[in-house]
């Protein structure tokens, strides 16, 4: 059985900053590529940051550019998501999600964790 589990969640002033991690069962860890994902109340779930296999590369979506880190331990099976310079607009269910190919579509990810919340107060 394969298992996701996010952790590091939680509530943080504007400007803050929170540390996501995820913890892989995956055996094959280090073939998978791995994705942030976020879901605000009453929107759709969007991308926010995937790494590749390797953790050469690294995307983003526009919006957290230059405020969020992504990377990845493969040794550890964990993939991060710095996130810093919060913002009230950042608040969503965060999930980490794994995907043996490289293109972070909602539809094409193998694998999902259950969430964990980020709630960004003003």
């Known amino acids: 059985q394969v298992q996701l589990v996010e952790s590091g969640g939680g509530l943080v002033q504007a400007g803050g900053s929170l540390r996501l991690s995820c913890a892989a069962s995956l055996r094959t860890f280090s073939t998978y590529s791995m994705g942030w994902f976020r879901q605000a109340p009453g929107k759709e779930r969007e991308f926010v940051a995937g790494?590749?296999?390797?953790?050469?590369?690294?995307y983003y979506r526009d919006s957290v550019k230059g405020r969020f880190t992504i990377s990845r331990d493969n040794a550890q099976k964990t993939v991060y998501l710095q996130m810093n310079s919060l913002k009230p607009e950042d608040t969503a269910i965060y999930y980490c999600?794994?995907?043996?190919?490289?293109?972070?579509?909602?539809?094409?990810?193998?694998?999902w964790g259950q969430g964990t919340q980020v709630t960004v107060s003003s």
């Open positions: 999600s794994a995907d043996k190919g490289l293109s972070f579509r909602l539809e094409y990810m193998d694998w």
């Open positions: 790494i590749s296999w390797s953790g050469d590369s690294t």
